[in-house]
């Protein structure tokens, strides 16, 4: 069992930053990697980004290569988006997310996720 906590959503304008915190806590060992992903209105939910647990690599979204990054803190059991360059299509709910064997698989970029874990969401508004 894993639990995520998201902070660090807000408003701003198209061209500021953002960087977003997701706090783990349970038995984040079980999980290979941690990912952010978004949700806007009317929109199926899609994967950004994932972070591998073992040697932090990363993998990206089209959308977001080049202005997001994501990084973990494993001391603190913390993993970041930051955010670049926002536009308005970057609008979303943003979710915190493990992985699990058995979880729903979402794609990100050339490759995917399987996810079993979420936190509550993170609210990004960018303004034009």
């Known amino acids: 069992q894993v639990q995520l906590v998201e902070s660090g959503g807000g408003s701003v304008q198209a061209g500021g930053s953002l960087r977003l915190s997701c706090a783990a806590s349970?038995?984040?060992?079980?999980?290979?990697?941690f990912g952010w992903f978004r949700q806007a209105p009317g929109k199926e939910r899609e994967g950004v980004g994932i972070?591998?647990?073992?040697?932090?690599?990363?993998d990206y979204a089209d959308s977001a290569k080049g202005r997001f990054a994501i990084s973990r803190d494993n001391a603190k059991n913390t993993v970041f988006l930051q955010m670049n360059s926002l536009k308005p299509e970057d609008t979303a709910t943003y979710y915190c997310?493990?992985?699990?064997?058995?979880?729903?698989?979402?794609?990100?970029?050339?490759?995917?996720?399987?996810?079993?874990?979420w936190g509550q969401g993170t609210q990004v508004t960018v303004t034009s």
């Open positions: 972070i591998y647990t073992r040697d932090h690599s990363t």
């Open positions: 997310a493990a992985s699990h064997p058995f979880g729903s698989w979402y794609t990100v970029g050339q490759t995917g996720a399987r996810i079993g874990f």
């Open positions: 349970g038995y984040t060992s079980g999980s290979s990697y």
